[in-house]
């Protein structure tokens, strides 16, 4: 590719008349500006019989919702969806002229849950930054599952707003299926339906009959990341046939992480791509806060080395990497572990890359110490549990955890 910046597709908004919120920019553009919510009923004051308590635990009447139809982006999602009547779609084209869909979904609440449908992949970081920045809400709680399709990511948040009758509960649910064909993001702004939000996404992933993935994929993984037991995120890995008897494999994460100034969400995606050897021939990605562009950069074989090019934090980056031997990958070192793993080789070597800042050649070491299987790379190191095919199905770092959810193939 002569563009040294990854496709990452952003997930487009939910247009300003569906919940007057302000739609959000493409993958790299200005966040819209935040502005108050208006006066809508999930930033009412709960009404004083029930309580409030009882209020925030409500749901809608499960007999209601039914599997209804959804037919998006012409044919390129395809489903169903459970709803209180008929979903509502509209086709629009955002800023940049991608055309998506607009889903508005009765879920028989005063408030439908709100959709869009983008054709590529979602950018879910700028989704969930967009929402959350629009009200005084509290640290969200995230949760992830796994299906077939693919990772879905949850996020929820209490807020307070103000209205004619005083400070109000507000309560902020939203969802982000990330797929490459097609993904779909929702949210509803009502206090209570925390359950019947989840299912009624749910459905929408599991109910999907068109293809989310271009095919050929012969090993998709998605763990759950968590920080002191608390679920944070989730890593998506992706291995097909490459060029020339070659493999390539994408790692896509979303994470929730503390900041000086409370929280952020992180999103990155890497492609790698490996010779018939299972040397490193390009690598390439993408990593955002918030949804902003962090680095977008590129590294190359080439006939005298390995080079980098692209942006760090706004800045033109660009150089040679230096490294004693090629480059490789997990991927890449596949048949060597699964062998290290049934001898009694007390470690293993290889060089990959570190895409922290300017990418840079970093020793991966594995080594077997008292029973257990350590990871050590720079200063970092994790106790690892790798499956009988020599992929981590777990990996713990300090108070950092990372759990299979969901394994489907072979790398």
């Known amino acids: 590719m002569e563009n040294p910046k990854p496709p990452l597709p952003a997930l487009p908004a939910l247009a300003a008349c569906l919940v007057g919120l302000g739609a959000l920019a493409g993958c790299g553009g200005k966040a819209p500006p935040a502005t108050p919510a208006p006066a809508a009923r999930a930033a009412e004051a709960p009404p004083k019989s029930p309580r409030c308590e009882v209020a925030i635990a409500r749901e809608a009447d499960a007999s209601t919702l039914q599997a209804m139809r959804l037919s998006a982006l012409d044919g390129r999602y395809e489903g169903t969806m459970l709803a209180a009547g008929a979903p509502k779609v509209e086709a629009q084209t ?14 028989g609440a005063s408030e439908p849950v709100r959709c869009s449908v983008s054709p590529g992949r979602a950018d879910a970081s700028r989704f969930f930054a967009h929402f959350l920045g629009l009200v005084a809400a509290e640290a969200p709680e995230v949760h992830v599952a796994a299906y077939a ?30 797929r490459g064909i097609g993904s779909i993001a929702c949210v509803h702004d009502e206090v209570g339906y925390v359950r019947s939000f989840e299912r009624v996404f749910t459905s929408a992933v599991e109910g999907r009959t068109s293809p989310s993935e271009a095919p050929g994929d012969t090993f998709v993984d998605v763990a759950k990341v968590s920080e002191a037991s608390r679920p944070v995120g989730f890593v998506e890995t992706r291995v097909r046939a490459g060029a020339a008897g070659g493999r390539e494999s994408s790692e896509s994460f979303v994470g929730l992480v503390k900041t000086d100034r409370g929280y952020a969400f992180l999103e990155g995606i890497t492609i790698t791509r490996l010779d018939k050897k299972g040397e490193l021939s390009e690598l390439r990605y993408v990593h955002l806060v918030n949804g902003a562009v962090l680095d977008v950069v590129r590294v190359e074989r080439g006939a005298s080395g390995y080079t980098y090019s692209g942006e760090h934090e706004g800045k033109t980056i660009s150089g040679p990497v230096a490294t004693k031997g090629p480059l490789t990958s997990w991927l890449g070192q596949l048949d060597a572990i699964r062998a290290f793993q049934r001898s009694d080789k007390k470690e293993l070597r290889y060089t990959a890359i570190d895409d922290t800042e300017a990418p840079v050649a970093s020793e991966i070491v594995l080594r077997k110490e008292g029973g257990k299987l350590v990871k050590h790379e720079g200063k970092h190191h994790a106790e690892i549990t790798l499956d009988d095919k020599g992929v981590v199905a777990r990996s713990v770092r300090g108070n950092l955890e990372l759990v299979r959810l969901f394994s489907r193939g072979a790398p």
Do not use: C, H, Q, W
């Not at 955002?94 to 879920?107: F, H, K, Q, R, S």
């Not at 990772?151 to 969802?175: D, H, N, Q, S």
């Open 149 to 178: 399709s693919g990772p879905v990511i949850f996020a929820r948040a209490r807020y307070t707003a103000t209205t004619k009758e005083g400070r109000a509960v507000g309560l902020l649910k939203m969802a982000v299926a990330p």
């Open 94 to 107: 955002n800023d940049e002229g991608l055309a998506i869909a607009t889903v508005d979904v009765p879920i």
